[in-house]
């Protein structure tokens, strides 16, 4: 019998070189039934025993294959090594910025396990008619001090919105955090409301950030589908998915409150706040614009490295 099967699935069959470990994309139910047709007759059940016998094993998809290492992508990682290593030699503040995923705030089911005497009842139905409202949760983290700000939006998630965040930060924690600093570098993602080509969120941050506070921004953007790097994703965003998991988000309230009890061994502390702002997306800035503003490309791709300086 054992034959049988591994001669109907010759070429269907894959496999770890590492591990050794085997996997068909052919389910139980469907071998057995080819089965049947040699006059074999087996059940899919005694089927899954079998193929275990035969080192196959249950596979999921994995995220793991990249979209490729090109020059440009390995010369910015090691730029922004620099970037980092140098201003943290200089003891200047070195933050990690990006937007989590919107979550649905209402009665829904919210991924993960928590422990509990009864079952979390929810809708059966994630209706976006349903649900209070949207959040937009964007982070900031900081890596010398290992704390986290999370500005919890319940608006659009605009380059306006992206930036004020980083003023909200530097107003409320980091100027206290880091007394007479004149620089700071920004670790952001190459897309999204904090992307390199958004004119709106460099604007910002020279009129709210630079120009109000006399503090010079260096921004460093990850390679495009490089955003697992970016240290906020692994450090910041995981924690505080795994605080809240199965745990629905019913109000703001509730969600503000998962955030900031987020704590980790390593001494991980979270602030959150909620923005009730209203945020208008497509905001244009015409050229005439960007021609006043103070900043200053690097010579290592320009695009995705930039300081922006206070004007006078």
Known sequence: MIAGIEDLMQH???????????????????????????????????????????????RGNRKQLSRGSGPDRNEQFAYLSGQRTSFAARALPVVSVDSKKKELVGNFKNAGTAWSRTPELVNDHDFRSDAVGMASPYGIYDERANRGAVFVGTSHDTP???????????EAEGRERYPGATEL??????????????????????????DVHGLSITVCHYPTGASKWNPIEHRLFSEISKNWAGCPLRSYETMINHISTTRTETGLRVTAQLVTQQYAKGVKIPDAVMATLD??????????????????
């Open 295 to 312: 900043i200053r490309p690097h010579e290592i791709q320009p695009l995705r490295n930039y300081t922006i300086h206070p004007r006078q």
């Open 160 to 170: 306006e919105f992206a930036a004020e965040n980083i003023t909200r930060w530097w």
């Open 185 to 210: 570098l920004v670790l952001a993602d190459g897309g999204g409301s904090n992307g390199p080509r958004n004119r709106a969120f460099k604007y910002t941050l020279q009129t709210r950030l630079c």
């Open 12 to 58: 269907d069959v894959a496999g770890d070189p590492c591990l050794g470990l085997k996997w068909t994309r052919r389910t139980t139910r469907k071998i057995a039934t080819e089965l049947r047709t040699l006059a074999i007759q087996v059940s899919p059940r005694t089927v899954a025993r079998l193929l275990k016998d035969l080192d196959f094993s249950l």
